[in-house]
């Protein structure tokens, strides 16, 4: 079992910055893959970033690159994605998650490990 509890949501003005975190406890950090992904009332849950086991494997959605980047410490146990440039569209609740192996993947099947979530409202 690996449990996931995000932190750092919040409100924010749109062009304004946020960094979420991710800890995790339970079963050994650096054996898993990371993402974030997030979901907005009456949507799909998307995916936004994603990062390999060691920190130097990074995908982005479409419509986050340049803007939001994705960052891992294993000596922490935290996975971060920092997003700059905000805008009313990426309001939603924000997961982080889990997958067993090295490789990262961008499908929510892929994740077996989920968060609760933080709520990112950004207003314009």
């Known amino acids: 079992q690996v449990q996931l509890v995000e932190s750092g949501g919040g409100l924010v003005q749109a062009g304004g910055s946020l960094r979420l975190s991710c800890a995790a406890s339970g079963r050994t950090f650096g054996n898993f893959a990371m993402g974030w992904f997030r979901q907005a009332p009456g949507e799909e849950r998307d995916f936004v970033a994603g990062?390999?086991?060691?920190?130097?494997?990074?995908y982005y959605g479409d419509s986050v690159k340049g803007r939001f980047t994705i960052s891992r410490d294993n000596t922490k146990n935290t996975v971060y994605l920092q997003m700059n440039s905000l805008k009313p569209e990426d309001t939603a609740v924000y997961y982080c998650?889990?997958?067993?192996?090295?490789?990262?993947?961008?499908?929510?099947?892929?994740?077996?490990?989920w968060g609760q979530g933080t709520q990112v409202t950004v207003s314009s």
């Open positions: 998650a889990a997958a067993p192996g090295p490789v990262l993947t961008t499908g929510r099947g892929g994740y077996d490990y």
């Open positions: 990062i390999d086991w060691t920190g130097r494997g990074t």
